[in-house]
């Protein structure tokens, strides 16, 4: 390697014009087809190389698939060519008798059918294990009982289970593969498992990680799953699963290496353990870990970071400004000087932890600080991450590169890094240039040695480029402008777009505004300014070209060069509202079949049927559009609508969208208001005379979870089938005069957040708030203010919060009460006579099979359905959750409301849900049956809850629950307000027919 990158580096250095013959680098397959194969460059489908650029979503996380169109679109938009989708298999499999790929969600062979049909190649990552922030990872709550062995390896209880899962997934999504004609290129096995080594250093082998991961694969090809499989390498120390590095068996197809460069969670503390202390805007080295352990590989970033989760007591909003379009701009360029050739960005869309679905750590929000926010809005930073995304699709050269140059001799001011890039066949070359010192925040002008077919160059030949701070920038040279045989010669600025009309090709080059950039179009006569920045160009006849001279300012410039090339430049907030939206639905996006759109919110597609273009989109305020399509093209609709268009000077044609009729500020004044509630107690289980009989009986005397209790009966939840929510527990026992209990201890586990309280004979004897540093909580509580009775039992009420089963090697940690102990006066322990449990209403053999089984703990009006649409609620009293209620307890509110959203408009809306500071409840808001939000005062921040449509009903009545739980005698209330987060007039309709994912309340009074 170093000797070939010694030649590199010299034939760039002697200003050839950098043809050299590649290294004859072996191409690869897997063994079955040539559908999709890979070298040390990077990927072809069907022939063709791609920089692949993926982003990822989960399906699970917007359970409304009538939705899935919508991020897809705005996920093509931006460039991208790929997702990546993780599956949740607790999801799926409520229980080990049932798999639901049917209902609702679970039926996610729609998401494949539109990926085709938009153009997105999809990485499917099924597992069988997950992470994902999940619940459990992924993996269902019946499976981390014990009774299944131990997880992930090769067990005979575990390969059973998942076999049976994964079998199924490979028949449902078998169609789907590219071999088949569907979306899906690749096929992840596992999940960030880097076991394959007891020592990576000594490269001691892991036998039982091996003989699982070979089983996987084995299991895979058997089931006709024919397409690549990968792995996700979980940092770079481990080395797992590569053939370039290792041949003891578990080895895939390609690997892929997963690495959060800024912390994958808002809380920095967390990766301390990991990632050591690392100053923001660090960058890191993946090209030695790549060619170290996958040579012959694409360098392949299966999980690069797009955002952070925001842990439970971590800031409202997220820590959205530590990775805004500053970080973007670094870290995404930063990933080319690395040579990396594929990556799939995690998360591209967050979604929500509606339900239980998170795991404890993670709130309810799972927007991850995401380019497409979790209300579904772009911002800035999708922006910025699409002037990446459309410059990787024309930049076709990058796809086959070595690195030739690395340090800081390319530019004139030594600050600067230059990383040099180079397609050894076409000579094409891209230089990556930043701060050496990458946190910088100095502003620095240079200019800078670049080689090009015409020569060695010093460039800009007038002025400078400029770097501020933690800025990045990518320049080329000899850039391929489509297939149309013309070049860039070189620029010092960024090139946008390119899009080959026919008659014309149109570059679209940009830079932060104020900023000088010059570029030379090889071979061009003459160029003349079409359309102009007050004057600031200046055009050069050279023996080479024309060399341009732009400084970039609220206006665009528009030059015309004599070979039918039109270089349009534009400044960083124009560039932000540049689309190129493609005219088919071919993945690779090739220059001739795109169109340019300047103006809108959004541009979600394009279609040319004759001399009309009709483009759909998203914008609110009054918008100048400006497009770029053939020169047949003489009309314009927009979202079905015909503009009134004028032609501009330099061949585009121009129009207005109007400013939209229906505003944030007049839906927030026509949303009903939440005043009208009814409202009912909530925790009549907390009395002794309460019948239970219809409960679970709580009598395990033994257990094959990995971790005991420390008292018996077993009152783990996981047991007796409830594995989400609330959980309620109910202990009897006795007293007489001569032996009267004075006491208890309990040690409850639940998680991160947690909490849970504790009465005796409906007497409130005290409550564990929960904390971000203890799963499980410990109380001692006192019988002094009880009165116990004598002659009939005594009952022992808790109510338990469960926050999800973790990740990873803690999956199988029971949820439920590990010590429950009672004392007597001389300080000896008593026994409690019978337990019993409650809760989702069901178990694990749903009811409602619909939102599945993280939706429903075991709170009273969860098990008889007061949350879904359809309960009567005539006979309940008014109360407002504003008002609250005073003593420790539960209450549940619940209100209807109509929607009615304008037909051709997109809204997303939020409830808000105000307390005082630190209070000691937690509240649950339940929107048409789902829980959609969740607060925790005295340990969360987060007060905006966002609820898709189809969610809510646009067009029609919604019913809205809330539960409060007061932890303490002071009570407690929560205030429930609207909120308007985005209004745009859209090309996408939100009133679709949703009633399919909100089944209706059915008697469920045997579950009281």
Not at 292 to 311: C, D, R, Y
């Amino acid at each position: 390697m170093k000797l070939w990158h010694a030649f590199c580096t010299a034939i760039a250095v002697a200003g050839v014009a950098a043809h050299s013959t590649a290294r004859d680098w072996p191409l690869h397959d897997n063994g079955l087809n040539e559908v999709v194969q890979w070298d040390h460059y990077s990927i072809k489908v069907n022939g063709e190389r791609l920089f692949l650029w993926s982003g990822e979503l989960h399906l699970w996380r917007i359970p409304v698939p009538d939705l899935w169109r919508d991020i897809f679109e705005k996920i093509k938009a931006a460039g991208f060519n790929g997702i990546g989708l993780y599956e949740h298999w607790g999801w799926h499999a409520p229980n080990n008798e049932t798999l639901d790929f049917e209902t609702g969600a679970h039926d996610f062979a729609k998401a494949f059918e539109i990926a085709k049909e938009i153009g997105l190649y999809v990485i499917y990552r099924p597992g069988p294990y997950s992470n994902a922030e999940a619940n459990g990872g992924g993996f269902p709550g019946w499976l981390t009982t014990g009774e299944y062995g131990p997880l992930r390896d090769d067990s005979e209880e575990y390969t059973k289970v998942w076999t049976r899962y994964s079998e199924a997934v490979a028949e449902y999504v078998r169609p789907y593969l590219i071999t088949n004609g569907g979306p899906i290129i690749l096929w992840q096995v596992e999940n960030e498992y880097g076991a394959q080594w007891l020592d990576p250093e000594l490269n001691t082998p892991n036998q039982t990680a091996i003989n699982y991961m070979q089983l996987l694969q084995d299991s895979h090809r058997e089931w006709g799953i024919d397409v690549p499989l990968t792995h996700n390498n979980p940092n770079m120390w481990t080395r797992s699963w590569s053939k370039d590095y290792s041949n003891v068996g578990g080895e895939v197809d390609m690997y892929g290496l997963d690495h959060y460069p800024a912390c994958w969670t808002c809380d920095l503390d967390q990766c301390l353990p990991v990632n050591g202390y690392v100053e923001p805007y660090t960058v890191f080295d993946y090209y030695d870990h790549f060619q170290q352990v996958s040579s012959t590989q694409p360098s392949f970033l299966m999980e690069f970071q797009g955002g952070s989760f925001n842990p439970w007591d971590g800031p409202e909003g997220g820590c959205k400004e530590n990775m805004g379009p500053r970080w973007v701009n670094l870290f995404f360029r930063h990933n080319l000087a690395q040579k990396v050739s594929a990556v799939n960005i995690y998360m591209l869309y967050g979604g929500t932890n509606w339900g239980n679905i998170g795991f404890p750590e993670v709130g309810t929000s799972y927007d991850y600080s995401a380019p497409i926010h979790e209300n579904r809005l772009i911002g800035d930073k999708y922006n910025e991450g699409k002037l990446f995304g459309l410059f990787m699709r024309s930049a076709r050269d990058f796809s086959k590169v070595e690195r030739v140059a690395n340090g800081t001799k390319h530019a004139t001011d030594k600050d600067i890094f230059t990383t040099e890039l180079r397609n050894p066949d076409t000579g094409a070359a891209f230089y990556v240039i930043r701060h050496e010192y990458s946190p910088s925040t100095e502003l620095t002008k240079f200019r800078l040695d670049v080689t090009t077919e015409v020569g060695k160059l010093t460039v800009p030949s007038k002025g400078y480029i400029t770097i501020n701070g933690t800025e990045s920038k990518v320049l080329v040279t000899d850039f391929s402008i489509g297939s149309s045989g013309k070049k860039v010669t070189y620029a010092t600025l960024e090139i946008l777009a390119v899009s080959d009309l026919g008659d014309r090709q149109v570059v679209v080059f940009w830079a932060p505004a104020g900023e000088q950039g010059e570029f030379l179009l090889k071979g061009t006569k003459s160029g003349q300014v079409a359309g102009r920045n007050a004057g600031n160009e200046t055009l050069t006849k050279t023996r080479n070209g024309v060399v341009a001279n732009v400084v970039t300012g609220r206006e665009k410039t528009v030059i015309d060069y004599n070979n039918d090339v039109q270089a349009v430049v534009v400044d960083r907030q124009s560039a932000y509202k540049f689309w190129a939206p493609t005219l088919d639905n071919n993945p690779l996006a090739w220059e001739n079949s795109t169109v340019l759109v300047h103006g809108p919110y959004l541009v979600r597609k394009a279609e040319i049927r004759g001399n009309t273009i009709h483009v759909t989109g998203d914008w609110s305020e009054e918008t100048d559009l400006e497009i770029w399509a053939p020169k047949k093209v003489k009309h314009v609709t927009f979202n079905g609508s015909k503009l009134k268009v004028t032609d501009s000077k330099y061949g585009s044609l121009i129009s207005t969208l109007p400013a939209a009729d229906f505003t944030i500020e007049s839906l927030t004044v026509e949303l009903p208001p939440l005043t009208d509630w009814k409202v009912a107690e909530n925790l009549p289980e907390r009395l002794a005379d309460y019948d239970d009989s219809n409960w679970t009986n709580a009598d395990h005397m033994q257990t094959l979870h990995f971790i005991p209790p420390d008292t018996y009966p077993v009152l783990f939840a996981d047991e007796y089938g409830y594995q989400a929510g609330n959980i309620l527990w109910r202990g009897r026992f006795n007293a007489s005069d001569e032996d009267t209990p004075t006491g208890a201890y309990l040690r409850i586990i639940g998680g991160l957040a947690s909490g849970f309280s504790v009465y005796v004979n409906g007497v409130f004897l005290g409550s564990w708030h929960g904390s971000m540093a203890n799963k499980t909580g410990e109380l001692e509580v006192s019988f002094q203010e009880v009165q116990l009775k004598t002659k009939e039992e005594n009952v022992l009420f808790v109510i338990q919060d469960t926050m999800g089963k973790e990740q990873r090697e803690a999956a199988p940690d029971p949820r439920g009460i590990l010590n429950a102990t009672l004392y007597a006066a001389d300080g000896s322990a008593a026994n409690f006579s019978s337990w019993k449990v409650a809760g989702n209403a069901g178990g694990n053999h749903l009811l409602e099979p619909v939102r599945g089984t993280y939706n429903e703990g075991g709170l009273h009006a969860e098990r008889l359905g007061w949350h879904l649409p359809g309960f009567d609620d005539s006979e309940w009293k008014s109360g407002i959750p504003g008002e609250g209620f005073t003593g420790a307890g539960a209450r549940f509110y619940r209100t209807v409301v109509p929607l009615k959203i304008p037909k051709g408009y997109d809204a997303s809306l939020a409830f808000q849900l105000h307390t005082e500071h630190k209070a000691k409840l937690r509240a649950q808001l339940y929107v048409n049956g789902y829980q959609f939000a969740k607060t925790l005062p005295y340990i969360s921040n987060e007060t905006t809850f966002p609820v898709f449509p189809g969610i809510l009903n646009y067009n029609g009545d919604n019913t809205i629950g809330l539960s409060i739980w007061t932890m303490d005698e002071a009570g407690g209330s929560v205030e429930v307000e609207w909120k308007v987060l985005g209004v745009h007039r859209s090309g996408f309709n939100p009133l679709f027919d949703g009633e399919y994912l909100r089944p209706g309340w059915k008697d469920r009074s045997e579950y009281a």
